[in-house]
């Protein structure tokens, strides 16, 4: 396996093309393109990062159609995912605006909404929780959940942490753009630096939410 060297420039433009063009015409003629300038490099990533966050899984390139209205066969982004637990774990993404990266969790299991809530009201365990979100705000992160409009059933509407408690989710993500260096390997620290800024987030989530 190649060493990570970056994201080129024909990355980003396979997704401006797919964007503009999401057939299989178009795929075919550019399948080539993501293979070397997406699938490749996104591989040496997760391998390269494997030792520290354990091992990745990259996403398929073609939708699942068959409950949609859109029916546009191809994703107009390549992402993946590091996690011993269905959605509590470590995100990247590249698409034709360039990369995003960071963690947390999207609630897959029965049960997980609930328990989530249960430790952030607890006195013990919320407020790491309330530092972990405001950690990742100041360090330029957007911390999404996913949050419901009214207040949960059960805790009070004075509640000093009702605003994650609405939360059905708790996602959080750099998007850094296309800077010059992410054709360059400088990109393998910027998502390992990213990712361990969230390690705080993504540990709270795998200790209280997570089955067990």
């Known amino acids: 396996m190649t060493s990570f060297q970056g994201f080129s420039d024909r990355a980003l433009e ?11 015409e178009f795929w075919a003629t550019h399948k080539a393109v993501w293979e070397q300038e997406v699938r490749d ?21 073609y939708r699942d159609v068959r409950f949609s209205k859109d029916k546009t066969p191809y994703k107009t982004s390549q992402a993946a995912f590091v996690g011993s637990t269905l959605g509590i774990g470590y995100y990247v993404r590249l698409d034709a605006h360039g990369l995003l990266a960071g963690g947390g969790w999207r609630a897959h299991e029965p049960g997980q909404v609930e328990r ?15 530092d ?6 100041a ?16 805790y009070p509407a004075d509640h000093p942490r009702l605003e994650l408690l609405r939360n059905r ?23 390992r630096t990213a990712w361990r800024a969230v390690t705080p987030l993504a540990g709270w989530v795998t200790k209280h939410v997570k089955t067990h």
């Open 116 to 130: 989530y809530r249960v430790a952030v009201a607890d006195e013990v365990s919320g407020p790491p929780l309330v």
């Open 169 to 191: 989710s708790l996602m959080a993500a750099r998007s850094f753009g296309a800077p010059d260096w992410l054709g360059t390997p400088e990109a393998l620290d910027q998502v």
């Open 14 to 24: 396979l997704y401006v093309g797919l964007e503009a063009d999401n057939s299989k």
């Open 139 to 154: 360090a330029g992160f957007t911390v999404e959940g996913d949050p419901v409009k009214t207040r949960p059933r059960g």
């Open 132 to 137: 972990a979100v405001d950690a990742l705000r």
């Open 41 to 61: 490099p996104m591989v040496a990533l997760l391998d390269a990062l494997e030792d520290e966050f354990g091992p990745g899984k990259l996403f398929r390139p």
